[in-house]
């Protein structure tokens, strides 16, 4: 059965100090996966995704994430935080019968 | 676009009671779910479907039943609310063709059973 594991619940990092939030899954098949971000009181919105092609792929407000086949992991990772960053980050991966299941998520805390 | 709107934004079940939650869509996608959020859960499946007349089971399809007769359309009905139910609940489509396979989320509904 599919499955994706977010292995830290909390991530604190200065302002300025580069970012990772961990990701790594469990699918049959070739793997489409997925960073979504939701901000407080809000839903949840698609930062970048890994489909086909080049390991490292490049999403919105400047997150990137790096897709390793060998390890089963998609970090997120971003050079240089911002306190704007700070919200709750989740991982998604789907299957080949098109079923998407969502990490249990990882709050961010950029500190000033 | 309006893309993905939820109905109703809140509401107050009492145990026992059923319900719909409705979910349209208006960007002609294959494809919708329903998701539940609950604190330190994340988000979990609940039922999906890839296109209309076709459904499929989530992680906690339980409690839960989906119709999907037409493209637009995903609404979720409980059956006999629980408090177990108490939640914020996600619907969300995507076009499952070509390389857009990224989710779009309507603002979410938060379901309260006492």
């Known amino acids: 059965a599919q499955s994706v594991a977010q292995p830290e619940d909390q991530v604190n990092v200065a302002e300025g100090n580069p970012l990772t939030v961990k990701c790594t899954y469990s699918?049959?098949?070739?793997?489409?996966l997925f960073w979504y971000v939701q901000y407080p009181n809000r839903g949840l919105q698609f930062l970048l995704k890994?489909?086909?092609?080049?390991?490292l792929v490049k999403g919105s407000y400047g997150f990137e994430a790096e897709f390793n086949k060998s390890q089963t992991s998609f970090h997120l990772k971003k050079p240089s935080a911002l306190v704007s960053d700070s919200a709750l980050y989740f991982c998604a991966v789907r299957d080949i019968r098109d079923k998407i299941i969502f990490g249990k998520g990882t709050r961010l805390h950029i500190l000033p | 676009n309006a893309g993905v709107t939820q109905t109703p934004k809140f509401q107050v079940l009492k145990t026992g009671q059923s319900m719909t939650l409705q979910c349209a869509q208006d960007?002609?996608?294959?494809?919708m779910s329903w998701y539940r959020q609950d604190p330190g859960m994340g988000l979990r499946l609940i039922h999906y479907?890839?296109?209309?007349?076709?459904?499929d089971q989530g992680e906690v399809p339980n409690g839960y039943n989906v119709s999907r007769s037409t493209t637009e359309d995903f609404p979720l009905r409980l059956l006999s609310a629980a408090p177990s139910q108490t939640s914020v609940y996600f619907c969300?489509?995507?076009?499952?063709?070509?390389?857009?396979?990224?989710?779009?989320f309507g603002p979410g509904t938060r379901l309260t059973v006492t």
């Open positions: 890994y489909i086909t092609g080049d390991n």
């Open positions: 960007m002609n996608h294959e494809y």
């Open positions: 479907s890839v296109g209309a007349g076709i459904t």
């Open positions: 969300a489509s995507s076009d499952p063709s070509g390389g857009n396979r990224e989710q779009y």
């Open positions: 699918v049959s098949g070739n793997p489409y």
